[in-house]
């Protein structure tokens, strides 16, 4: 098996652009065009990046009350995530076990779940209730312990932690809390108990979602592209960033609290003083993206669409009552503002790369030995993981 999908690596991206992925930062370009342009490759990546891994799902916050669902599409599989009668979250793939038309178009409240073809109906719990006229005219097929494997619709995996919620559709990733342990461990002063939701940004980008995070993970465009950002940390106090295992780690000490990053909202309860000017971030692969300031622990995640299309979320949580209360409500939406500025800064410059991977003249480039190390490093995992 292994062997087959090395031949389709190959055939997508050649010899030498498998190569690169291997080389030393010194010497190594970046993915070849294809891994951005490609239908095959990305298939590649829903399959063995986004179906075998933790994928952030959305907040606790969003299914507030039992019936609660939303729909998400994970590693190009549409799935539902809904909070059941007893409260707990749940997910399920977002398709009728009858014909396979999809159950869920949007996020709603509904007590049952029903095909809008045939009006099978399911519970919250997934199990089959009804099959209307199935037998043939006015036969009411009731099930009252759902239909069994056939019938019921097909759970995937779901876990929380700390009001996220995260799935795993293949079932078989780490623990959840393996998977997060080495940002966790970095981050062992941070009481996350504390954090609520306060809400979330939404954007379409025009851009493969690896160029997301190849930007995210770097520190070198923030003097060209971020003004107010390199006022906040300057290039002086920013460095590569380093992999632990899975999981990027970088950090920052900053000179003095801004606003919408540490100023005007509560901090952790208990923060040592050495961690009140610090702001730390991390990627967890493939796109559990998060930030952690003094007030918060923001998160971005990218889903891709097609090659050259991602749907991007930035959700924000503050700590405690500040997520929610009027008290703080000029705070919060500050803090809001800036994500979506900064956010909005680098979208042009995703379009412009995308693009800039249909030129002949270009199929990976050089990069910065300095400041792109991890950069390559994640090009190198999404290569292992589709190997793997």
Not at 87 to 107: D, E, Q, S
Not at 109 to 128: D, I, M, N, Q
Not at 245 to 274: I, K, M, Q, S, T
Request: hydrophobic letters at 40%; one cysteine or more.
């Amino acid at each position: 098996m292994t062997q087959d999908i090395r031949k389709k690596i190959v055939d997508l991206i050649g010899e030498e652009g498998l190569a690169q992925a291997f080389a030393p930062i010194e010497e190594a370009s970046g993915l070849p065009n294809a891994a951005y342009w490609s239908d095959e490759w990305l298939a590649l990546e829903q399959e063995h990046c986004f179906r075998r891994a933790w994928v952030f799902a959305g907040a606790e916050a969003e299914l507030p009350e039992p019936g609660d669902m939303k729909p998400i599409e994970i590693g190009g599989a549409p799935l539902i995530i809904l909070r059941d009668q007893d409260g707990v979250i749940r997910g399920f793939h977002n398709v009728c076990r009858h014909r396979g038309a999809k159950l869920v178009t949007g996020p709603c409240k509904k007590s049952t779940l029903t095909c809008p073809y045939h009006a099978w109906s399911y519970a919250l719990t997934g199990k089959l209730r009804s099959r209307p006229h199935f037998n043939g005219p006015n036969v009411m097929d009731k099930f009252e312990d759902g239909g069994g494997d056939k019938l019921d619709l097909v759970e995937v995996r779901v876990e929380t932690w700390n009001g996220c919620i995260f799935s795993n559709v293949s079932g078989d990733a780490e623990p959840l809390l393996d998977w997060l342990k080495p940002m966790l461990d970095r981050t062992e002063n941070y009481d996350f108990s504390a954090i609520r939701w306060a809400g979330k940004l939404e954007f379409e980008v025009n851009a493969n979602w690896k160029l997301v995070y190849e930007n995210y993970m770097e520190g070198y465009h923030v003097f060209a592209i971020h003004p107010k950002l390199l006022k906040f940390a300057p290039m002086n106090v920013r460095w590569s960033g380093e992999w632990d295992r899975h999981v990027f780690y970088n950090d920052y000490v900053f000179p003095a609290l801004d606003e919408g990053r540490g100023e005007g909202l509560p901090h952790y309860p208990g923060l040592p003083e050495d961690d009140a000017k610090r702001g730390l971030w991390f990627l967890c692969f493939p796109h559990f993206a998060a930030e952690v300031f003094p007030d918060q622990f923001s998160v971005l995640v990218s889903y891709p669409v097609a090659p050259n299309k991602t749907r991007e979320e930035l959700h924000v949580f503050l700590i405690g009552d500040a997520a929610t209360s009027n008290d703080f409500k000029e705070a919060r939406e500050a803090t809001m503002k800036m994500w979506d500025d900064l956010n909005r800064e680098d979208l042009g410059v995703l379009e412009l790369l995308q693009q800039g991977r249909l030129s002949p003249a270009y199929d990976g480039g050089r990069l910065s030995p300095h400041w792109e190390g991890p950069t390559h490093d994640f090009g190198r995992r999404v290569v292992e993981r589709i190997l793997s």
